[in-house]
C-alpha cells in the first residue's frame, strides 16, 4: 500500500537521533568522536572581534590564528561551522580552556538544551528546529562563554544568526557591550527562531481545523497524529530551554555582569511565551481529535439512518406485494375489480404513515 | 461548504495574534516599533494629577507638559491612547526614566502578563479581555509605577479605568493615596473586570447545557469546541495574573508601601477566584463532551434500534408469503379453503409473538 | 420538552452565584453594599459571653449593648444573623476594630474560603454546603477572632453550630479556654458538617452504581454529569480550606495559643480527609462514566446481534422461495410431487446450518 | 434482576465507612465514644517486656498491672486487642500521659494514615487490608510510641505482628534495642503486611487480562470497575503512610535514636515501592479497560461485518428471482427452455462476483 | 484458545517479581536470605586493583584474598557474579564494614534504584533491562562505595561493565582517578545502557506506527497494549534513577571529590534525557491507541457503508418486482405488450437515480 504509505509523513520518531548517535555504554567520558555523518564540506572559523570603535572580521584556518583575539581585550565570537574535524575541536579545547566533557557534548549533538558551569565558562546547549524534507528536525547549537570570548558551534551551515551579525556591523549598543551580551543576543536569536517555527504550527492546526469542519477524512486524523508528535519534538526541544534561561540569569559576574541579566529576563520571557504557545496548541491538538472522532460518527450516522429509513419503508411494502403474490386457490381479495388499486392504496398509506412517522421523530 | 464555514466562529487561534506580531528574531533588544495595526486616529494623553485636596485632570499634547507633574509632590496618572506614536513614547521614556525593554513590550502588545522590577520604577503588562465581532480578543495594557507617577498605556479608546476616573474624582480614600495605591486600583480594575468575562462564559455553558439535554446537533459540538477554544485563551491570561500580583505584592518600599500590600492580597484572592473559575468552566466543559457524545450515540442507537425492530418484524412474514407463492404444483395447503386465513393467522401469530419477545427484552 | 427538562436538574452552575454577585469592576475597595438578596426577615445578634465559672447568653439590638462584652476579660462570641444591615456591620467594624476590606467581603458572601491577617485580629471565610431545593447550594460563613471576641456571620438562620452551643452551655472545657479555642471549635463544626455531604454524595454515588448494573438510562448519564457538577462546586468549597487551617494553625500568640495549636491540627486532619473523600469520588464518577458508556453500548450491541442474526436467517429463505416462485414455463422441479416438501427440507436445512455457524460463533 | 446484583461484587465504597462512622459535627475534641460495632467480644492487653536478658509475657486485666511495666527500664510493649471499652482506654491514658485527641483517634477508627506529635509521645495510625467476605476491608492500627513503651491498638483479634513476637521471644537485635526500634518493627510488619495484598491484586489483574484476550464479558467490565475501585481504596491507605514514615524518620531523640533512622528509612523505601506498584497497577487497569472497550467493539464489528455480507449476497439473487416471479403475460424469457437454467447460472455468477469482491475487499 | 494465548505476549507484569520474591512480612531486618532462584552456577569473585602505574586483575576464591586489596591504597573493584552464596556475602559485609540492612537489600534482588548513605560508605541499588525470551525483564545491579574500593553485585553473567574494564586494561584516566570516579564509571555504563533498550522500543514504536497505517488488526491493539506495559517497568526502573544520581553528586568528600561531580553531572544528564524519552514514548504510545481506535471504526464504517448501499438499491426493485408478482386477476399492467420492458426501465431509472442521490451526497 504505497500510496498510504506515501501519504502519511510523520516526521521522524522524536528521539530517534538521538538514539541512533548516542554514544556507545561505557565509553570513556571526554572522548572524542566526530558525528556519524558529515553536514558540511569542510570546516570553517568565522572569527569577529569587536570593541565600542574596532571590528574584525574574517575566516581563519587553524587555531593559532585564533591565539591573538583570546589574548586580546576586545570581545571575540568564533563561529564554528561543521564538526567532523576532532584535531581543530582539541585544539581549540586546550587553546580556550574548555572542559572536555563539555567538548564531548558539542560532537554528540543529541544533547537536551543545558547549561553546564565550569570554573571560568559557561556551556550551553540549545536547539534549532527547522523544517528539512517536509519534517521537522532539531540542530543543535553550542555556546562556549568565556571572559571575552564567545564560542559557537554548529553543525550546518544555516543559522539564526545573521541579524546579530548585521547588527555587529551596524556598531549599536552590542559593540560596547561585554561578551556576555554578545552571548545573550546570540542566545536571544535562538530563542526568537521558534516563533516563526510555532507560526507554522499555527497554520497547520488551523488549516486542520478548517479541514475538520468541511470534510474530515483518514488523512485528517493522520495529520492530527503528525502535529501531536511533532508538538512534542518541540516540546522536547522548548522545555528544557526555560531551565537554561532561569540558569543563566543566576551566574554571577565576572560571567554574567547585572547590565546583562535584565536582557536574559526579557529573553526568558520570550522562552515561556514559547513554552505556552506549545502547551495551548497540544490541547488544540487534543481537542481536534475529539472533534475528529465525533464528526465522523455523526458522519456515518447520517449514512446508516438515511439509508435505514429507506429500507424499512419498502419492507412493509414488499411484504403486502408478498402477501398477494401467493397463490392460495381461494384468495377472494384477488378476484375483486379494485383489489389490485385497493393495494396500491394501503402501501401508499402506509409508505406515508411511516414517513410521518420518522418525520416526527426527527430521524429524516 | 459556506454556509458551515459561516457556523463555525471559533474565535481567533489562541497565540495567533502573538506570533503574526512578534518581532523578527535577531533584531536588537529596545528597538521601538510601532504595532502593525493603528487602533485610534491619534495617540491621546490624558493626565489625572491630585493630591489630597487638589484635582487637575487635562488632556496634553507634548511630553514636555508632562514634566511638571513629574516633578510635583501629587499623584500623577498620566493614560495613553494608541501606540503608534513611537517618538512620544520615545520621549516619555527618557523623562519618566523607563527602561528601554520596558518600553518596546508595551509596543510589542502580545506580551504575557508579567511584571518587571527596575531599580527606580515596575512594569506590568496586563491582560484585557473583549469580546469583538463575536471573537473573543485580548488587549495589552502596560502600567509603569514610579515614585509618584502610574503611567498606563492603551492601544484602544475603550478602557476599563472609568469607575477609578470617578472615584478620584469623587474624592475618597485614592485621593489622599499615593501612586501604589492608584496602581492597585487600576490593576484592581482589570482584574475584576474578568468576572463579566466568565459571567458570559457561565451564560454559554448554561445555553450548551441546556442544548444538550433538549436537542444536541452537530452545531452543538462545534460549540463546545469553541468554548474549549476560547476557555485556552481566557486561561492564558488568567494564570500569569496572578504571579503578576503576588510579585506586585512582595514589592518593597518605597514603590509599594505596606498599607497598600492589604488590598492588594484582596485583588489577588480575586485573580485567584478567576482563575478557579476557569479552570472550574474547563471541566465542565470537557464534561459536556462526554455528554455530547453520548447522547449522539444514544440517539442513534434510539433510531437503528425501532428501525432494526420493524425490518425484523417483516422479514419472517415475506418469507412466509414467499413460501405459498412457489409454484409447485402440487402444494396441498394451496387448495385448502381456509389456507388463505390460515395464513394470515399464522403471520400474525408470528408477528405477536416477535413483539412479545422484542417487549419483554425491552427493545420497544 | 418540557419533561426532559424537568428531569435533568444539575444543580445551579459553579460559580454562577459568584458571578452574579461579584462586586462591579472599578468601585472602591471596603465599600459596604448589602448582598442582592435579603435572606432572613431582621438582623440578630446572639452573644454568648462566658468564662469558667460565668455564662450570659442573650440576644442584643444595636452595637453599644456589646461594648461591655468587648472590654471584659471573658470570652464573648457574638454571632450575627442577616447580613442586609450595613450600618450595623459599619457600628460592629468601629467598635472591634476589624479591617473595612474584610467588612466587605463579609457583605460579597461569594469568597473562596480565605485567611486574612490584620495587625490585631483574623478574618477567616469558610463555606457551608447544604442541599435546598434539590441542588447543592453553598453559603458563606465569616469568622473574626481578636484578643477574646469571636464574631460570626451567617446570611441565614439554619447553622452549624448548635453543639457548639450545648458544650458551652454544659460548661466543659470550652469554657475555660481562651477565644481562639472557640474559633477552633466553630471552624471545627463547619469542617465536620462537611460529612454528611459527603455521606449523601457516597449515597447518591451507591444508587448511580446499582442503576448502571441493572438498567442504565439516558437520565442515569444525566446524573452522572449532575454529580460530576456537584462534586466540582464541593471541591471549590473543600480544597482552599485546607490552606485556611494550615495558615490558621500556624497564627502565632497572642491570637492563636500554643495550647489551641493541636486542636487545629487535628481539625486539618478532618478537612485532608474531606478533601481526599472528594477526589476519590471524582474519580469514582469519571469511572462510571466510562461503565456506562460501555454498557450502552454492550446493550445496543446485543439488540443489534439478536435482531441481524433473525434476519440473517430469513434472507437465504425467501431467496429460496422466490426462486419456486419464478414463472418460467420449464422448471422441472416445480411438476415433481415431492418437490415442494424437499424445498421445505432444503430451507429447513438452511436454517439448521445457520443456527449451527451462529451458535458456533457464540452469536446466540 | 438479582442474578446481576449478585454478579457484581464491588467491594465497600472507599470511605464509605468513614462516613458513617465518623464523629458527630460540634461534639467537643477529645470526646471518647466506643466504636459502633464490637468486634471482639473481651477487651483483651497483652504485654511483652523484655531487656536484652529477660523476657515477661503475660496477659494483664487492668491498667494498674501495667503501672510497673511503665516505670521499668526495659522495653514494655502493650497490644490492646478490641475498643469498646472506653473506662480502660481512658486509664491508659491517664497512666501512660496520651493525649486525649490521640484516644478519641484510636476510637474513631476511621483515620488516614497520620502522625502526631505530642510533648513526649508520638501517635501513629496506620491502615490494615484484609479480604474479608470478598470485600477489601481497612482496619486501623494505632500506635503510641512514649519513651521505654510502645502501646498498640487494634480492632480485631488477627494482626501481623506475630513475627515480630516471635523475634522478641528468640531474643535476637531487637531485645537489646529501645523502644524506638519496637515501634519500627512493629511499623514495619504492618508496611511489609500490603506486599501480599499487592499480589492479590497483580493476580487479579492477571486473570483479568487473560479474560481480556480469551473472551471479555460484561463481568470482564465489572470485574475492570471493581478492581479500580479497590485500587482507590489502597491508594488512599498508601499515599499518606508514606509521609508518615518521613516524618516518623524525622523525629529526634530521645524518641528516636539515631541508630533507628536508619532502619525506618529502609522502611521507607518499602512503603515507596508500594506506592510505585499501587500507581503502576492503576495505570494498568486504565490500559485494560481501553482494550476491553476496543475488543467488545471489534467483536461486534466482525459479527455485523459477516452477517451484513451474507445479506447482501443474497439481496441481488432475491432480485432476480422477484423478476421472474412477475406475472406478465409477455415475458419472452419465461418460455425459453433453458430460462430457469440461464437465471440459476446468472444467481450464481452475481453471487460469485459479490465473494470476489467482498474477499478482495477483505471483508471476509 | 491456545492460538490466541500465544500471540500475546505482553511481557511478565511490571512489579510482579517484587512480589513474589519480597521478604515476609515482620522478619527481622538484616536477615540474609538467598534469592529464590540460583542464576549462576557458582558464586565467582572478579577483582581488579589498579593505580596510575599498577594492574592486578585476577579471581578469587574466598574473603581473606581480598583483604590485602582492602589494606592497600590502590583503587580495587571487587566483582561478584551469583547471590546464594550467603556466607561469602556475610564475610565481605564483615571484612568491609557493610551495613548489614544494605547487605539485605543486595540479595532481595527486588529493590527500587536508590541511594543508601551510610557512616563510611555508599550503598546504590540501580536496574539494568534486558530482553530475555521475548520479555522485558529487570535485573538489580548493587554497588558499594567504600574508600579506595567498589564493589559490585550482580545476580547473573552478563552485565554491562566489559567497556570499562577495557578501560581501566588500557590505563587511561580511570587509572589515576579514585574509588569515586570508578564507581561514576560503572554507573555511568548502566544508564547508558538503557539507550539501546529505549532503541528497540523507538523500533516497536515505529513499527506499530507503520502497521496501524498498514492493516490494522486486533494483534495491534494487542502490541499497543504490551508497548505501554512495557513502558511502565521501563518507567518504574528510570524515574528513581534520577534521584539516585541526584544525591550521588551531592555526596561530600572524602566518599565523592569534587573532580568527580562534573562527571556525575553528565551522567545525569543522560538520565534525564532516558525519562524524557520514555514520557515521550508514553505520550505516543497513547496517540496510537486514539489512532488505532479511529481507524478500526474508520473500517467498520467503510464495510457498513458499501453493503448497506447495495442493499439499500435492490430493496426497492424488489419491492417493484414483488408488485408485479402480484395475482390479482385484474391488473392491467400485466396484459400490456411493453409491460415488461417498462418495468425493466422503471427499475434502471430507480437504480440510477438512487446511485445518483449516493454519490452525490459522497456515500460511494
Request: proline fraction near 5%; charged fraction near 30%; aromatic fraction near 8%.
Amino acid at each position: 500500500m504505497s500510496r498510504r504509505g506515501k501519504r502519511l509523513r510523520l516526521g521522524s520518531l522524536p528521539g530517534r537521533s538521538l538514539l541512533s548517535r548516542a554514544k556507545r555504554p561505557g565509553t570513556a567520558p571526554g572522548t572524542l568522536e566526530p558525528p556519524p555523518e558529515r553536514r558540511v564540506e569542510e570546516v570553517a572559523i568565522q572569527v569577529m572581534d569587536f570593541g565600542a570603535e574596532t571590528l574584525d572580521e574574517k575566516t581563519v584556518e587553524g587555531v593559532e590564528e585564533l591565539l591573538p583575539y583570546r589574548d586580546s581585550d576586545s570581545v571575540t565570537w568564533i563561529h564554528v561551522v561543521g564538526l567532523h574535524d576532532v584535531e581543530l575541536l582539541r585544539g581549540l579545547g586546550e587553546a580556550f580552556g574548555l572542559h572536555p566533557l563539555a567538548l564531548e557534548d558539542v560532537l554528540h549533538t543529541v544533547q537536551r538544551p543545558k547549561l553546564d558551569v565550569y570554573e571560568d565558562h559557561l556551556f550551553l546547549v540549545l536547539k534549532r528546529l527547522e523544517v528539512r524534507e517536509e519534517e521537522l528536525q532539531s540542530d543543535q547549537v553550542s555556546l562556549f562563554l568565556t571572559r571575552g570570548c564567545v564560542l559557537t558551534f554548529h553543525e550546518t551551515k544555516g543559522d539564526d544568526f545573521d541579524a546579530v551579525r548585521e547588527r555587529i556591523r551596524k556598531g549599536n549598543r552590542i559593540r560596547s557591550s561585554g561578551a556576555d551580551y554578545l552571548a545573550y543576543a546570540l542566545v536571544d536569536a535562538l530563542v526568537d527562531a521558534f516563533f516563526p517555527i510555532l507560526e507554522r504550527f499555527g497554520e497547520r492546526i488551523e488549516a486542520l481545523e478548517d479541514e475538520l469542519i468541511e470534510e474530515p477524512t483518514e488523512e485528517t486524523l493522520e495529520r492530527i497524529h503528525g502535529i501531536r508528535r511533532d508538538l512534542l519534538t518541540l516540546r522536547r526541544s522548548v522545555w528544557p530551554q526555560r531551565e537554561v534561561l532561569t540558569a543563566f540569569e543566576r551566574q554571577e559576574p565576572p560571567l554574567v555582569r547585572e547590565s546583562t541579566r535584565v536582557y536574559l529576563r526579557d529573553c526568558y520571557d520570550h522562552a515561556v511565551q514559547i513554552l505556552d504557545l506549545t502547551e495551548t496548541y497540544r490541547d488544540l491538538a487534543t481537542g481536534m481529535l475529539d472533534v475528529y472522532l465525533s464528526r465522523v460518527s455523526n458522519r456515518m450516522n447520517e449514512v446508516m439512518k438515511v439509508l435505514t429509513v429507506m429500507a424499512s419503508l419498502f419492507i412493509p411494502l414488499t411484504f403486502i406485494a408478498g402477501v398477494y403474490g401467493m397463490n392460495f386457490q381461494h384468495m377472494p381479495e384477488l378476484g375483486l375489480e379494485w383489489g389490485y388499486p385497493a393495494v396500491w392504496g394501503l402501501m401508499i398509506a402506509v409508505a406515508a404513515g411511516l414517513l410521518w412517522f420518522f418525520k416526527r421523530k426527527g430521524w429524516l
